[in-house]
Protein backbone atom coordinates (compact mmCIF):
# COMPACT_ATOMS: atom_id res chain seq x y z
CA UNK A 1 0.00 0.00 0.00
CA UNK A 2 1.83 3.33 -0.97
CA UNK A 3 2.55 5.70 2.14
CA UNK A 4 2.12 9.21 2.60
CA UNK A 5 5.51 9.65 4.81
CA UNK A 6 8.62 8.03 4.62
CA UNK A 7 11.78 7.53 7.07
CA UNK A 8 14.85 8.99 5.95
CA UNK A 9 18.49 8.00 6.52
CA UNK A 10 18.37 9.97 10.21
CA UNK A 11 14.96 8.14 11.47
CA UNK A 12 13.04 11.29 10.56
CA UNK A 13 10.01 10.90 8.79
CA UNK A 14 9.40 13.28 5.91
CA UNK A 15 6.47 13.17 3.30
CA UNK A 16 6.94 10.70 0.41
CA UNK A 17 6.67 12.04 -3.31
CA UNK A 18 2.78 10.69 -3.35
CA UNK A 19 2.65 13.34 -0.28
CA UNK A 20 4.51 16.07 -1.70
CA UNK A 21 1.94 15.47 -4.62
CA UNK A 22 -0.98 16.03 -2.34
CA UNK A 23 0.36 18.83 -0.70
CA UNK A 24 0.76 20.62 -4.04
CA UNK A 25 -2.78 20.24 -5.54
CA UNK A 26 -4.05 21.47 -2.60
CA UNK A 27 -2.43 24.81 -2.90
CA UNK A 28 -3.07 24.37 -6.49
CA UNK A 29 -6.89 23.85 -5.71
CA UNK A 30 -6.87 26.78 -3.23
CA UNK A 31 -5.44 29.70 -5.49
CA UNK A 32 -8.17 28.80 -8.11
CA UNK A 33 -10.61 29.41 -5.56
CA UNK A 34 -8.81 32.73 -4.84
CA UNK A 35 -8.62 33.60 -8.00
CA UNK A 36 -12.80 32.35 -8.79
CA UNK A 37 -13.50 34.69 -5.50
CA UNK A 38 -12.25 37.65 -7.39
CA UNK A 39 -13.22 37.52 -10.44
CA UNK A 40 -16.58 36.41 -10.02
CA UNK A 41 -16.49 33.53 -12.95
CA UNK A 42 -14.61 30.62 -13.62
CA UNK A 43 -12.37 30.25 -16.69
CA UNK A 44 -12.17 27.36 -18.79
CA UNK A 45 -8.56 26.99 -17.49
CA UNK A 46 -10.06 27.18 -14.04
CA UNK A 47 -13.16 24.79 -14.67
CA UNK A 48 -10.51 22.18 -16.11
CA UNK A 49 -8.06 22.20 -13.13
CA UNK A 50 -11.03 22.11 -10.38
CA UNK A 51 -11.91 19.18 -11.49
CA UNK A 52 -9.02 17.75 -12.45
CA UNK A 53 -7.40 18.34 -9.13
CA UNK A 54 -10.25 17.47 -7.39
CA UNK A 55 -10.49 14.01 -8.71
CA UNK A 56 -6.75 13.53 -7.78
CA UNK A 57 -7.12 14.55 -4.46
CA UNK A 58 -10.08 12.35 -3.75
CA UNK A 59 -7.61 9.50 -5.02
CA UNK A 60 -4.84 10.47 -2.50
CA UNK A 61 -7.30 10.99 0.46
CA UNK A 62 -8.63 7.42 -0.10
CA UNK A 63 -4.98 5.95 -0.26
CA UNK A 64 -4.11 7.46 2.70
CA UNK A 65 -7.57 6.10 4.44
CA UNK A 66 -6.34 2.86 3.49
CA UNK A 67 -2.84 3.17 5.13
CA UNK A 68 -1.73 0.77 7.72
CA UNK A 69 1.24 3.12 9.04
CA UNK A 70 -0.82 4.85 11.69
CA UNK A 71 1.90 7.13 12.42
CA UNK A 72 2.31 8.34 8.86
CA UNK A 73 -1.40 8.59 8.37
CA UNK A 74 -1.09 11.15 11.55
CA UNK A 75 1.33 13.06 10.32
CA UNK A 76 -0.09 13.67 7.08
CA UNK A 77 -3.67 14.43 8.89
CA UNK A 78 -1.74 17.22 10.75
CA UNK A 79 -0.01 18.35 7.89
CA UNK A 80 -3.29 18.44 5.13
CA UNK A 81 -6.07 19.03 7.40
CA UNK A 82 -6.39 22.95 7.66
CA UNK A 83 -5.70 23.24 3.24
CA UNK A 84 -8.85 20.60 2.71
CA UNK A 85 -11.10 22.31 5.09
CA UNK A 86 -10.21 25.69 3.29
CA UNK A 87 -11.18 23.62 -0.24
CA UNK A 88 -14.43 21.99 1.34
CA UNK A 89 -15.59 25.47 2.40
CA UNK A 90 -15.40 26.37 -0.85
CA UNK A 91 -18.87 26.26 -2.41
CA UNK A 92 -17.08 25.85 -6.05
CA UNK A 93 -15.03 22.72 -5.37
CA UNK A 94 -15.97 18.89 -4.83
CA UNK A 95 -14.25 15.76 -3.77
CA UNK A 96 -15.95 13.01 -6.30
CA UNK A 97 -13.82 9.27 -5.62
CA UNK A 98 -11.44 8.04 -8.02
CA UNK A 99 -8.43 5.94 -8.71
CA UNK A 100 -6.70 8.09 -10.93
CA UNK A 101 -2.91 8.89 -10.50
CA UNK A 102 -0.97 12.17 -10.98
CA UNK A 103 2.40 13.21 -12.14
CA UNK A 104 4.55 15.95 -10.73
CA UNK A 105 5.15 17.17 -14.30
CA UNK A 106 1.26 17.47 -14.36
CA UNK A 107 1.34 19.58 -10.97
CA UNK A 108 4.06 21.91 -12.06
CA UNK A 109 2.26 22.75 -15.25
CA UNK A 110 -1.32 23.44 -13.60
CA UNK A 111 0.87 25.47 -11.24
CA UNK A 112 2.22 27.44 -13.86
CA UNK A 113 -0.86 27.88 -15.96
CA UNK A 114 -2.68 29.47 -12.86
CA UNK A 115 0.03 31.85 -12.06
CA UNK A 116 0.61 32.86 -15.71
CA UNK A 117 -3.35 33.63 -15.96
CA UNK A 118 -3.39 35.97 -12.84
CA UNK A 119 -0.27 37.63 -13.79
CA UNK A 120 -1.30 38.40 -17.45
CA UNK A 121 -4.85 39.49 -15.77
CA UNK A 122 -2.98 41.77 -13.98
CA UNK A 123 -0.40 43.22 -16.22
CA UNK A 124 -2.68 43.93 -18.77
CA UNK A 125 -5.20 45.97 -16.70
CA UNK A 126 -1.97 47.60 -15.31
CA UNK A 127 -0.89 48.80 -19.07
CA UNK A 128 -5.02 49.47 -19.83
CA UNK A 129 -4.16 52.81 -17.77
CA UNK A 130 -0.50 53.66 -18.16
CA UNK A 131 -1.30 56.25 -20.39
CA UNK A 132 -3.94 59.12 -20.15
CA UNK A 133 -7.14 59.53 -21.62
CA UNK A 134 -6.98 63.55 -22.55
CA UNK A 135 -10.41 65.67 -23.65
CA UNK A 136 -10.54 68.72 -24.78
CA UNK A 137 -13.57 71.29 -24.94
CA UNK A 138 -12.41 72.80 -27.48
CA UNK A 139 -13.27 77.22 -27.65
CA UNK A 140 -14.59 77.62 -30.95
CA UNK A 141 -17.14 80.36 -29.64
CA UNK A 142 -20.77 79.68 -30.26
CA UNK A 143 -20.86 76.00 -30.87
CA UNK A 144 -19.28 73.06 -29.36
CA UNK A 145 -16.63 70.43 -30.47
CA UNK A 146 -14.38 68.38 -27.44
CA UNK A 147 -11.58 65.98 -28.73
CA UNK A 148 -10.88 63.11 -27.09
CA UNK A 149 -7.46 61.20 -27.36
CA UNK A 150 -5.83 58.24 -25.88
CA UNK A 151 -2.19 56.34 -27.03
CA UNK A 152 -4.23 54.46 -29.45
CA UNK A 153 -7.72 55.95 -30.41
CA UNK A 154 -8.88 59.60 -31.26
CA UNK A 155 -12.26 60.43 -31.10
CA UNK A 156 -13.82 64.17 -32.21
CA UNK A 157 -17.25 65.14 -31.09
CA UNK A 158 -18.67 67.99 -33.17
CA UNK A 159 -16.66 70.16 -35.05
CA UNK A 160 -18.19 74.01 -33.75
CA UNK A 161 -19.73 75.77 -36.58
CA UNK A 162 -18.10 76.93 -40.01
CA UNK A 163 -16.43 80.03 -38.57
CA UNK A 164 -14.60 77.73 -36.18
CA UNK A 165 -12.82 75.40 -38.79
CA UNK A 166 -9.61 76.95 -39.08
CA UNK A 167 -9.38 76.86 -35.15
CA UNK A 168 -10.32 73.60 -35.21
CA UNK A 169 -8.46 72.19 -37.71
CA UNK A 170 -5.21 74.32 -36.60
CA UNK A 171 -5.99 72.99 -32.74
CA UNK A 172 -5.55 69.41 -33.94
CA UNK A 173 -2.43 69.87 -35.45
CA UNK A 174 -0.90 71.52 -32.70
CA UNK A 175 -1.50 67.70 -30.95
CA UNK A 176 0.48 66.49 -33.78
CA UNK A 177 -2.41 65.03 -34.96
CA UNK A 178 -2.51 62.69 -38.44
CA UNK A 179 -5.77 61.29 -39.05
CA UNK A 180 -8.54 60.44 -37.05
CA UNK A 181 -10.26 57.51 -35.81
CA UNK A 182 -13.59 58.18 -35.11
CA UNK A 183 -15.95 61.26 -35.67
CA UNK A 184 -19.29 61.82 -33.90
CA UNK A 185 -21.80 64.16 -34.86
CA UNK A 186 -24.18 64.90 -32.27
CA UNK A 187 -26.78 66.95 -34.86
CA UNK A 188 -27.03 68.53 -38.02
CA UNK A 189 -27.08 72.15 -36.48
CA UNK A 190 -24.02 74.48 -38.02
CA UNK A 191 -22.63 75.56 -34.80
CA UNK A 192 -21.87 71.89 -34.80
CA UNK A 193 -21.22 70.22 -37.84
CA UNK A 194 -19.83 73.14 -39.76
CA UNK A 195 -16.29 72.84 -38.35
CA UNK A 196 -16.46 68.95 -38.72
CA UNK A 197 -16.59 69.73 -42.92
CA UNK A 198 -13.57 71.18 -42.75
CA UNK A 199 -11.89 68.73 -40.66
CA UNK A 200 -12.57 65.92 -42.43
CA UNK A 201 -10.78 67.64 -45.58
CA UNK A 202 -7.35 67.83 -43.71
CA UNK A 203 -7.23 65.19 -41.70
CA UNK A 204 -7.90 61.38 -43.26
CA UNK A 205 -10.51 59.44 -41.26
CA UNK A 206 -9.29 55.92 -40.85
CA UNK A 207 -12.41 54.46 -38.82
CA UNK A 208 -16.09 55.40 -38.66
CA UNK A 209 -18.24 58.65 -38.84
CA UNK A 210 -21.25 58.06 -36.53
CA UNK A 211 -24.68 60.25 -36.84
CA UNK A 212 -28.32 61.27 -36.49
CA UNK A 213 -30.44 58.75 -38.80
CA UNK A 214 -32.79 61.84 -40.02
CA UNK A 215 -31.92 64.38 -42.82
CA UNK A 216 -31.81 68.01 -43.17
CA UNK A 217 -31.94 70.35 -46.15
CA UNK A 218 -29.23 72.64 -45.02
CA UNK A 219 -25.73 73.69 -46.95
CA UNK A 220 -23.35 71.97 -44.26
CA UNK A 221 -25.64 69.07 -44.39
CA UNK A 222 -25.98 68.77 -47.83
CA UNK A 223 -22.01 69.17 -47.84
CA UNK A 224 -21.13 66.75 -44.63
CA UNK A 225 -23.00 63.71 -46.39
CA UNK A 226 -21.43 64.64 -49.88
CA UNK A 227 -18.37 64.47 -48.69
CA UNK A 228 -18.37 61.17 -46.78
CA UNK A 229 -20.14 59.40 -49.40
CA UNK A 230 -17.28 60.34 -52.33
CA UNK A 231 -14.81 59.45 -49.71
CA UNK A 232 -16.53 55.96 -49.12
CA UNK A 233 -16.34 56.70 -45.10
CA UNK A 234 -18.26 54.43 -42.68
CA UNK A 235 -21.25 55.72 -42.10
CA UNK A 236 -23.20 54.47 -38.66
CA UNK A 237 -26.51 55.43 -37.05
CA UNK A 238 -25.70 53.96 -33.17
CA UNK A 239 -28.58 53.15 -31.27
CA UNK A 240 -28.86 53.74 -27.46
CA UNK A 241 -26.72 51.71 -25.12
CA UNK A 242 -24.29 51.11 -28.50
CA UNK A 243 -20.56 50.56 -27.16
CA UNK A 244 -17.09 51.35 -28.79
CA UNK A 245 -13.81 51.27 -27.53
CA UNK A 246 -11.33 54.01 -27.70
CA UNK A 247 -8.23 52.17 -26.93
CA UNK A 248 -8.92 51.46 -23.17
CA UNK A 249 -11.93 53.72 -22.97
CA UNK A 250 -15.56 52.81 -23.17
CA UNK A 251 -17.93 54.64 -25.39
CA UNK A 252 -21.50 54.24 -24.82
CA UNK A 253 -23.66 56.25 -27.43
CA UNK A 254 -26.56 57.81 -25.57
CA UNK A 255 -28.44 58.34 -28.54
CA UNK A 256 -32.41 58.77 -28.78
CA UNK A 257 -34.60 56.03 -28.96
CA UNK A 258 -35.75 57.24 -32.50
CA UNK A 259 -35.01 59.94 -34.64
CA UNK A 260 -38.44 61.22 -35.37
CA UNK A 261 -38.45 63.81 -32.58
CA UNK A 262 -40.46 66.92 -33.45
CA UNK A 263 -37.39 68.78 -31.99
CA UNK A 264 -34.40 68.62 -34.25
CA UNK A 265 -32.32 69.68 -31.03
CA UNK A 266 -34.01 66.27 -29.32
CA UNK A 267 -32.13 63.79 -31.93
CA UNK A 268 -28.46 65.35 -30.61
CA UNK A 269 -26.73 62.29 -29.81
CA UNK A 270 -25.35 62.06 -26.73
CA UNK A 271 -21.67 60.14 -24.94
CA UNK A 272 -20.90 58.48 -21.66
CA UNK A 273 -16.97 57.99 -21.63
CA UNK A 274 -15.74 55.17 -19.05
CA UNK A 275 -12.05 55.66 -18.67
CA UNK A 276 -10.98 52.91 -15.61
CA UNK A 277 -12.69 54.97 -12.73
CA UNK A 278 -13.53 58.16 -14.11
CA UNK A 279 -16.28 59.25 -16.54
CA UNK A 280 -17.99 62.01 -18.95
CA UNK A 281 -20.88 62.67 -20.06
CA UNK A 282 -21.11 64.49 -23.18
CA UNK A 283 -24.17 66.54 -24.78
CA UNK A 284 -25.25 67.91 -28.28
CA UNK A 285 -28.27 70.27 -28.14
CA UNK A 286 -31.07 68.29 -26.12
CA UNK A 287 -33.84 69.91 -24.04
CA UNK A 288 -35.15 68.76 -20.82
CA UNK A 289 -37.52 66.49 -22.63
CA UNK A 290 -34.70 64.34 -24.26
CA UNK A 291 -32.79 64.24 -21.13
CA UNK A 292 -35.88 63.27 -18.78
CA UNK A 293 -36.40 60.25 -21.94
CA UNK A 294 -32.39 59.14 -21.07
CA UNK A 295 -33.28 59.49 -17.44
CA UNK A 296 -36.02 56.62 -17.93
CA UNK A 297 -33.83 55.06 -20.61
CA UNK A 298 -32.01 53.03 -17.49
CA UNK A 299 -28.70 53.80 -19.13
CA UNK A 300 -25.84 54.42 -16.35
CA UNK A 301 -25.40 58.52 -16.61
CA UNK A 302 -23.87 59.10 -12.77
CA UNK A 303 -20.57 60.82 -14.14
CA UNK A 304 -17.42 63.37 -13.26
CA UNK A 305 -18.00 65.71 -15.76
CA UNK A 306 -20.98 67.20 -17.60
CA UNK A 307 -20.61 68.73 -20.88
CA UNK A 308 -23.88 70.43 -20.68
CA UNK A 309 -26.70 70.36 -23.37
CA UNK A 310 -27.30 73.63 -25.74
CA UNK A 311 -24.59 75.80 -24.38
CA UNK A 312 -26.05 76.44 -21.33
CA UNK A 313 -29.49 77.09 -22.74
CA UNK A 314 -32.12 77.90 -20.09
CA UNK A 315 -34.54 75.03 -21.75
CA UNK A 316 -31.22 72.39 -20.55
CA UNK A 317 -29.99 70.66 -18.30
CA UNK A 318 -32.54 70.56 -16.16
CA UNK A 319 -32.61 69.97 -12.33
CA UNK A 320 -34.01 66.40 -13.28
CA UNK A 321 -31.14 65.41 -15.35
CA UNK A 322 -28.15 67.19 -12.87
CA UNK A 323 -29.13 64.43 -9.99
CA UNK A 324 -28.88 61.84 -12.30
CA UNK A 325 -25.16 62.83 -13.46
CA UNK A 326 -24.15 64.36 -9.80
CA UNK A 327 -21.08 65.84 -11.91
CA UNK A 328 -18.28 67.07 -9.78
CA UNK A 329 -17.76 69.06 -12.71
CA UNK A 330 -19.85 70.82 -15.53
CA UNK A 331 -18.39 72.32 -19.08
CA UNK A 332 -20.36 74.88 -20.90
CA UNK A 333 -19.51 76.02 -24.38
CA UNK A 334 -20.44 79.01 -25.73
CA UNK A 335 -19.04 82.38 -27.17
CA UNK A 336 -18.45 85.45 -25.68
CA UNK A 337 -20.93 88.01 -25.65
CA UNK A 338 -23.11 85.85 -27.94
CA UNK A 339 -26.83 86.52 -29.07
CA UNK A 340 -28.48 84.02 -27.28
CA UNK A 341 -27.69 84.82 -23.68
CA UNK A 342 -25.98 81.78 -23.38
CA UNK A 343 -25.06 80.49 -20.72
CA UNK A 344 -28.76 81.15 -18.66
CA UNK A 345 -29.52 82.37 -15.65
CA UNK A 346 -31.77 79.49 -15.15
CA UNK A 347 -29.37 76.89 -15.95
CA UNK A 348 -26.37 78.95 -14.18
CA UNK A 349 -28.69 78.70 -11.02
CA UNK A 350 -29.31 74.56 -11.44
CA UNK A 351 -25.87 73.60 -11.83
CA UNK A 352 -24.67 76.62 -9.17
CA UNK A 353 -27.68 74.15 -6.66
CA UNK A 354 -26.32 70.70 -7.62
CA UNK A 355 -22.77 71.87 -6.14
CA UNK A 356 -21.10 71.23 -9.60
CA UNK A 357 -17.63 73.39 -10.42
CA UNK A 358 -18.26 75.48 -13.49
CA UNK A 359 -15.84 75.62 -16.56
CA UNK A 360 -16.71 78.10 -19.27
CA UNK A 361 -15.38 77.89 -22.64
CA UNK A 362 -16.42 81.98 -23.58
CA UNK A 363 -14.94 82.72 -20.57
CA UNK A 364 -11.58 80.18 -19.69
CA UNK A 365 -10.97 79.28 -23.82
CA UNK A 366 -10.14 75.49 -24.68
CA UNK A 367 -9.92 73.65 -21.44
CA UNK A 368 -8.64 70.42 -21.32
CA UNK A 369 -9.40 67.48 -18.78
CA UNK A 370 -6.82 64.34 -18.23
CA UNK A 371 -7.55 61.36 -16.74
CA UNK A 372 -5.26 58.51 -15.87
CA UNK A 373 -7.90 56.16 -14.80
CA UNK A 374 -8.37 56.94 -11.28
CA UNK A 375 -8.71 60.72 -10.50
CA UNK A 376 -9.50 63.71 -13.32
CA UNK A 377 -7.13 66.46 -13.31
CA UNK A 378 -7.32 69.92 -15.31
CA UNK A 379 -4.81 71.60 -17.32
CA UNK A 380 -6.80 75.15 -15.24
CA UNK A 381 -8.76 75.87 -12.02
CA UNK A 382 -13.21 76.35 -13.01
CA UNK A 383 -13.79 80.09 -12.72
CA UNK A 384 -17.06 78.90 -11.14
CA UNK A 385 -18.35 82.47 -12.54
CA UNK A 386 -22.31 82.09 -12.42
CA UNK A 387 -22.39 84.96 -14.22
CA UNK A 388 -25.40 84.71 -17.45
CA UNK A 389 -24.51 86.10 -20.30
CA UNK A 390 -25.89 88.80 -22.16
CA UNK A 391 -28.15 88.61 -24.77
CA UNK A 392 -27.76 92.27 -25.92
CA UNK A 393 -24.12 92.63 -25.92
CA UNK A 394 -23.43 91.47 -29.57
CA UNK A 395 -26.31 93.84 -30.55
CA UNK A 396 -24.76 97.29 -31.75
CA UNK A 397 -26.73 99.99 -30.43
CA UNK A 398 -27.80 102.24 -33.79
CA UNK A 399 -26.17 106.11 -33.46
CA UNK A 400 -28.94 108.10 -32.80
CA UNK A 401 -30.32 110.48 -35.92
CA UNK A 402 -31.45 113.95 -35.31
CA UNK A 403 -34.89 114.66 -36.39
CA UNK A 404 -37.03 117.45 -35.28
CA UNK A 405 -39.63 116.33 -32.70
CA UNK A 406 -43.50 116.26 -33.55
CA UNK A 407 -45.96 115.28 -30.56
CA UNK A 408 -46.07 111.84 -32.42
CA UNK A 409 -42.29 111.09 -32.17
CA UNK A 410 -42.73 111.62 -28.10
CA UNK A 411 -45.93 109.22 -28.10
CA UNK A 412 -43.55 106.96 -29.74
CA UNK A 413 -40.66 107.36 -26.70
CA UNK A 414 -43.23 107.04 -24.35
CA UNK A 415 -44.46 103.82 -25.51
CA UNK A 416 -40.80 102.54 -26.40
CA UNK A 417 -40.12 103.43 -22.62
CA UNK A 418 -41.91 99.33 -21.89
CA UNK A 419 -38.73 96.76 -21.23
CA UNK A 420 -36.88 95.78 -24.30
CA UNK A 421 -35.65 92.18 -24.66
CA UNK A 422 -33.34 90.73 -27.52
CA UNK A 423 -35.72 88.85 -30.13
CA UNK A 424 -34.72 86.30 -33.15
CA UNK A 425 -37.41 87.53 -36.08
CA UNK A 426 -37.35 85.15 -38.93
CA UNK A 427 -38.28 87.58 -41.87
CA UNK A 428 -39.74 84.48 -44.24
CA UNK A 429 -42.72 83.01 -41.62
CA UNK A 430 -42.40 87.00 -39.91
CA UNK A 431 -42.45 85.15 -36.54
CA UNK A 432 -40.13 85.99 -33.43
CA UNK A 433 -38.45 83.86 -31.07
CA UNK A 434 -36.66 83.88 -27.82
CA UNK A 435 -32.98 83.53 -28.68
CA UNK A 436 -32.83 80.13 -26.92
CA UNK A 437 -35.60 78.91 -29.09
CA UNK A 438 -35.18 75.23 -30.56
CA UNK A 439 -37.05 77.00 -33.68
CA UNK A 440 -33.67 79.63 -34.17
CA UNK A 441 -31.33 76.53 -34.24
CA UNK A 442 -33.01 75.24 -37.25
CA UNK A 443 -33.30 78.91 -39.14
CA UNK A 444 -32.17 79.71 -42.26
CA UNK A 445 -28.85 82.61 -41.87
CA UNK A 446 -30.82 84.71 -44.31
CA UNK A 447 -33.98 84.76 -42.44
CA UNK A 448 -32.58 85.43 -39.20
CA UNK A 449 -32.77 88.84 -38.23
CA UNK A 450 -31.47 89.78 -33.94
CA UNK A 451 -33.26 92.94 -32.68
CA UNK A 452 -33.38 94.49 -29.24
CA UNK A 453 -36.74 95.99 -29.01
CA UNK A 454 -40.31 95.95 -26.91
CA UNK A 455 -42.51 93.12 -27.57
CA UNK A 456 -45.21 95.71 -28.82
CA UNK A 457 -43.40 97.47 -31.26
CA UNK A 458 -42.42 94.09 -33.10
CA UNK A 459 -45.87 92.93 -33.32
CA UNK A 460 -46.90 95.89 -34.46
CA UNK A 461 -44.70 95.38 -37.22
CA UNK A 462 -46.45 92.84 -38.36
CA UNK A 463 -44.38 89.60 -36.55
CA UNK A 464 -46.62 86.96 -34.59
CA UNK A 465 -45.26 85.01 -31.70
CA UNK A 466 -43.94 81.38 -31.96
CA UNK A 467 -46.04 79.16 -30.36
CA UNK A 468 -43.41 77.19 -28.66
CA UNK A 469 -41.30 79.55 -26.88
CA UNK A 470 -44.27 82.13 -26.51
CA UNK A 471 -41.93 85.70 -26.23
Same mark, same amino acid.
Given at each position: ????????????????????? !?? $????????????????????? &???????????????? =?????? =? =?? $????????????????????????????????????????????????????????????????????? #?????????????? *????????? @????SYTVSYLHNQNLIDLEYIVSSHYDEDHLGGLVGVLNVFPLTGTVFDGGYATDTRVYNSFKTYISSHD???????? @???????????????? *??????????????????? @?????? &??????? #?????????????????????????????????????????????????????????? $??????? $??? /??????? /???????? *????????? *??????????? /??? %?? %??????????????????? #?????????????? /????????????? !??? =???????????????? @??????????
Amino acid at each position: MAKLTKVNSKGKRRPSCLGKI !MI $AFAIIICITAYSEAISGKKSE &LDSSLTTNASIRLAAA =SDTAAE =S =ST $AVAATQEQTTLTPTIQAIKASPTITLPPTTAAVTTTEATALTEAVENTTLESALTKAQSYSTALNVHFL #DVGQGASVFLSTAD *DTLLFDGGG @GSASSYTVSYLHNQNLIDLEYIVSSHYDEDHLGGLVGVLNVFPLTGTVFDGGYATDTRVYNSFKTYISSHDIAEVVPYQ @GQELDLGAAVVTFLAP *DNYNHKEDNDNSIGLRVDY @GDTSYI &LMGDQSS #DAEADLISSGLKLDADVLYAAHHGSRTSTSASFLDAVTPDWVVISCGKDNSYGHPTED $ALSRIQT $AGA /QLFRTDI /QGTIVSIS *DGSTISWDQ *DPCNDFTPGSD /QAA %TP %TPEPTEAPETEATAEAIVE #DEAPEQTYVLNTNS /QKFHYPDCPSVDR !MSE =SNKKIVTDTRDHIIAE @GYVPCKNCNP
